[in-house]
Every structure is written in structure tokens, then in C-alpha cells.
């Protein structure tokens, strides 16, 4: 934490250790479908990796949510699973399933996959990253982004989305020493692709672990906290002044620890920390975002207000940035988000 904030940016000088009246703010998932203008964007594009990969229309749907509400962070739009793309395992995303890969279950398969083109297939991301540090407001943030590996890995052993990420789970406990061979590939593309993004424009760097909690606490240190650690001390030396915030969500009692020993900026809570606890617990150890549900946001009204006031006043009197404990779901009304801007920034 430095000692002097001296950005000119609300977001980047909460990652400083900068206490402020009002948080900066800005939505997990702020770019996406419940936005009409993203609908019509996507609509043109073509198919989801079309958008990712088309700097003209990912800088479009980028600065989509910035233009309605003035957040203080933009987040590159992307996806996590453009790095098993980029690897050789092709991703596509179908209507109602959401991503398909074939899956990567056995050393074989794993040897076919190649770090080494990561740069060069990824080019159109970081394109549209030098155009976005441009066109975005002076005050406005840019956040850069990858999974973590253990998130990332389990799409690419399970081929799509599970609700236990039972085949990566099993590739672990079965074989760690194949599974690390997946893992450590995964670090050093992660680190590569990183660099690139800060080298592009990227002020900060989120890592969405968002599958962290499905682990058991025997086995959470190495599949999750090392892998982290290693991508954080890696940036650390190669780009000392960018800060890192991680998102292990369901971590549960094991944010504290896991905010220690990975070295990260700050991380980001889930819905299922009371902000009290995490004020006492998490944010002794630095910045904290989140971590208002969700869902809070589809039912907008009172419900949503007296939610966000209790985070706000549990956490404002330490460095933190407003958020939701996990990404804004398509079926939220547009006005409810901008209810919940006027009222944290109105907030006293
Ligand atoms: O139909 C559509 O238009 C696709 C919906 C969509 C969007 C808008 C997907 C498919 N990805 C994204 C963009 C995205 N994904 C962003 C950038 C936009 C922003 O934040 O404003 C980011 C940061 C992500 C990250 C991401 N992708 C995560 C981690 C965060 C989280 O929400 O937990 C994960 C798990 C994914 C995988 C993924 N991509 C898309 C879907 C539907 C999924 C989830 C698959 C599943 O497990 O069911």
C-alpha cells in the first residue's frame, strides 16, 4: 500500500490504500446482455468469440456501460476462455449452454496444447486495449483480466460449465502430478497474456477465480493460492505499478489467508461475506470490493438500498470500491443499476 495516492483516478487510488467519502464503483459483468445496446452489438458481431476478437465492436461494448453510468473502471470485454483458445483447444459458445470445449482429459492431449502463440493469437485483445486507453474518459479506470488457472481449468477438463467441476476436481485428486503439468501451463500463458494487456494499456489486472470455493481446504492451497501467487509475483517484478485484485469466490474463512500469501492489491468478496466480518477480517490486510448480490440489483426498490447503505458503511472507513459479490445477471433492469449508482454516490 502506498503512502501517497497520487492518481488522478478514484479506482486506481482505492487500490493505493486511499480511504474515500464516496467509493469509486464499477459491476462485474457491466458490458452484457442485460444492456439493449449489447444485445444489438452482439447481434452484429456474430458469434461470442467474433465480439472478443473484433477490436471495433469489443471496444463498442467496453465502453457501453461507461457511457450510461459513468463508472470508474472499464473492464476490457473479453472472456476468461480465450486463453484455451489461444492454447489450441477451440472454444465455442452455443445459445442456452454457454461454452463448449472438447475436452482435455489425459497427458496426451495435454502435450498438443502450445503456450507459445499466446501473444500473437491474442493480438486483437490487446488492439483493443490501445484503443480503449484512448477513447476512454481521463478519469475512467482500465481493468485488464484473465481467469486463474484452477477457474480456467476446470472448462478445460470438463469441457463446459458443471455445478461441481467434478472432472477437474477428479484429474486433481487422482493424478496431481499430470494436473500440475495443465496448471503450470496455465501460469506462464496467464503471465504472458497479462504482461501483454498491461503492456497495451491496462491499468490494473482482475484474476477471476470464480470457481475457488469448490475446492476442499486440503487441497485449496495448491490448486488455487499458489498458481495466484506465482502470476502476482511475476507481475510484481515485470510491472511493479499495476495492481493486481483477485476474486476467489467461496473462499469463505479462507480469504484472509489466501490475500497473504497470493501478495494481490486487494480481492474482491462474494455474496456470502457479511461486510462486517470483512471489515474485521479481510480489509485489516488491504483494499476490498464488493460485495453487494446480484440479485439485490434485479429487485431493485428498498431491498437494494438498505443492502448497498450497510456494505458502504461497513467498509468506507478503510480502502474499498463498491461491486457486486459476483457478475450483474442478464434479467437486470437497466434503471435498477442506475438507481444504485445515484444512491452510492449520493450516499452520506
Ligand atoms: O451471450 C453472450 O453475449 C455471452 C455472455 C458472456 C459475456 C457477456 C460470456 C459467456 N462472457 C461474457 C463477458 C465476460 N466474461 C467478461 C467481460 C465483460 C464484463 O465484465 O463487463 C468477463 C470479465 C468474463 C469473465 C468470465 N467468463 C468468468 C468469470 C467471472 C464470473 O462471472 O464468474 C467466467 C466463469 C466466464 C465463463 C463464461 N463465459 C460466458 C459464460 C456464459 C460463462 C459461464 C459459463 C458457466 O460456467 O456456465
Redesign the pocket.
Known sequence: MSETPSSSKKFLRALQGDVQDVPPIWF??????YLPEYRET?KEAGS?LD?CYSPDHAVEVTLQ?IRRYGFDAA???????VIPDALGQPVR?EEGI??VLEPVTTPAELAKLNGSKVRERLAPVFETLRRLSKALPEETALIG?A?APW?VAT?MVGGR?SPDQAAAKLWAFRAPDEFQVLIDLLVEATGDYLLAQVEAGAEAIQL?D?WAGSLPPSHFERWCVEPVRRIRARLAKEAPDVPVIAFP?GAGPNYPGYFKVTGVSAVSLDTGLSPEWARDNVQTLGPVQGNLDPLLVVAGGEEMRIAAARIIEALRGGPFIFNLG??IVPQTPPEHVADLVDFIRSYR
Not at 462485474?28 to 446482455?33: D, E, S
Request: charged share 15%.
Open positions: 462485474m459483468r457491466q458490458a452484457g446482455r452482439r461470442f465480439l456501460p473492464i476490457l470485454f473479453a472472456d476468461i476462455l459458445f454457454g461454452p483480466f481467469g477457474t472448462y460449465g477471476f470464480t469466490r459476483h457478475g
